[in-house]
C-alpha cells in the first residue's frame, strides 16, 4: 500500500530551512527568559522534533525526533527514520542539558507525535508508518530496571490500513483501566477522497491491554470519520465524566474542521456515541482547520486553536492556504443539552509580530492564562520578513474588563534560536515552559537546520 504523508510539509520545511540557515547564520534569544536547551545535529542525534515533550517526575524531558537516528540513508536525505530522545536536567545551576538518543527507528517508521507516559516511567508512542502493513504502529518503550540500562521497544500495535485505520500522527491518552486511546489520520474504510482514494477518512480506536502475561492488546475503532467531518490530526483528551473530545482538521474544501465527542456506553463493550459538537466555517471568521488538540477546564468548558480563520486576510503557512491567520477559541458546555455548545473566540491573530498560524494545543497554568506556540508570524525583520516569520511563543489572559489579551512572550529568529514550532507546550517545574521547533538549531545534512527544545519562564 502507497504510504501517506501526514500533513505538515516536509519537503516545504526543508526548503524554507535552508534558505533561512544560508542567509542568517547565527541568531541569538530574543529575550533573556527564553533558553534554547539543546539543538539538534542530525544524523544518529536526531532531526525535525514535529511533537511535543513528556517529563517524568525527576523533571526529565522525553520526546521524538521525525527523522534522525540512523546513518544508512534509508529515509530520504535525514539520515534516519526518527529518534525518542532523553534531555537531563543540568546538575549545576548554569549547566547543560544532556541529550541521550534512547531508541532509533528503523526504515520509514517516522514518529511524528509526542510521547505518554505511565506512572512507572514507561513511554508510548506512534509512528506514521512501518508496521507489518507500513501504515504505522502503536508501541511502547520500557524503563531499563538498571540506571544507564537498555529501554525495551515493543510494538503494541500495527495498522492494517484499512478499517482499523491508518497514521497515526498523534498523541495518546489512557483511561484509569490502563487502556489506550488515540487517532488516525486515515483509515476507517468511508468514502473520503480528497487526500486517500477510497481509504478512509480517520479513526479514533483504543487498545486494550493484554489479559494474560505476553499476550496481545486489541485494538477497537470507536469511531470512523464520514466527509464533513473528517482528518484526526491531534489526539483525545478526557472530561471527568469519561467522555472523549478531539478535532478534526476538514479536508480544506468541503469542510473546515470540527470539534467532537465520544461518549461511552454503560454497558462495556457497546459503541461508544459520536456527536459533533461545532462545525468551523459555519459563523464567518469563526476560525477553520483545527489541527492542535483541546483542553478542558473543571467546568467542562473545551479550548483549543485554528489554523486558519479569524479574519479576512488569506496567508499561507507550510504549503496551505487558509482564509486567515488563526484563533484561540472556547467552546462552552450547555447548561440546558438542547441548547447545543457555544463557540467564543478567545484572541485573532493578525499576522504580524503577535503570530499566525497556531498548530498546537494550549496549556494552562492554573490561574486562568493560557500558552502556546504560532508557527509564523512573529519577527519581520532578516529573514523571518521573507517567509511571513518564524513563528512566535504567546500567553493568553482575561482581563478585568472581561476580554482576552495576547502577549507574545518569545519571537524565533530562526538560526541557533529555532523557527516554526509546531508542538505544544509542556509546564515543568517552577513554572518553567518548554517546547520544541521543527526548525532552526544544528545544522544536518544538507545544511539545513534540525531543530531545537527551548524553555522560556512566562
Known sequence: MKRLKPRFNLIGLLAVAIFVWMSVGTAWAAASKYQVAYRFQGGRDGAYPFAGLVADKNGNLYGTTYSGGRDSGLCQADSGCGTVIQLRPPSTRGGSWRESVIYRFGPFAHPAASLAIDKAGNLYGTTAYAGQSDN????????????????????????????????????????????????????????????????????????????????????????????????????????????????????????????????????????????????????????????????????????????????????????????????????????????????????????????ACPAAALVSDGTGKFYATAASGGSQSGVCAEIGGCGTLFELKLSTGGSWSEITLHEFEAGDDGLEPLSALILGKGGLLFGTTAGGGGTCQFLTPCGTVFSVIP
Do not use: H, M
Not at 199 to 218: D, M, N, S
Not at 222 to 228: E, G, K, M, T
Not at 296 to 323: F, M, R
Open 136 to 355: 504505522g504502529t502503536v508501541f511502547e518503550l520500557k524503563r531499563p530496571t538498571t540506571l544507564g540500562g537498555v529501554w525495551t521497544k515493543l510494538t503494541l500495535y500495527s495498522f492494517a490500513g484499512g478499517n482499523d485505520g491508518a497514521t497515526p500522527v498523534s498523541s495518546l491518552v489512557f483511561d484509569q483501566a490502563g487502556n489506550i486511546y488515540g487517532t488516525t489520520e486515515f483509515g476507517g474504510g468511508g468514502p473520503c477522497t480528497v487526500f486517500q482514494k477510497g481509504q478512509g477518512c480517520g479513526t479514533v480506536f483504543e487498545l486494550t491491554p493484554p489479559t494474560r502475561l505476553g499476550g496481545a492488546w486489541k485494538e477497537s475503532v470507536l469511531y470512523s470519520f464520514i466527509p464533513a467531518n473528517d482528518y484526526p490530526l491531534a489526539g483525545l483528551v478526557f472530561d471527568l465524566q469519561g467522555n472523549l473530545y478531539g478535532t478534526t482538521a476538514g479536508d480544506q474544501t468541503a469542510s473546515f474542521g470540527t470539534v467532537f465527542e465520544l461518549a461511552p456506553s454503560s454497558k462495556r463493550g457497546s459503541s461508544w456515541t459520536q456527536t459533533t459538537l461545532y462545525n468551523f466555517g459555519s459563523v464567518q471568521n469563526d476560525g477553520n482547520t483545527p489541527r492542535g488538540g483541546l483542553i478542558v477546564d473543571q467546568k467542562g468548558n473545551l479550548y483549543g486553536t485554528t489554523t486558519g480563520g479569524g479574519s479576512e486576510n488569506a496567508t499561507q503557512c507550510d504549503g496551505l492556504s487558509y482564509s486567515g491567520f488563526g484563533t484561540v477559541f472556547e467552546l462552552e458546555r450547555p447548561t440546558v443539552p438542547e441548547s447545543g455548545w457555544k463557540e467564543k473566540l478567545l484572541y485573532s491573530f493578525r499576522g504580524g509580530r503577535d503570530g
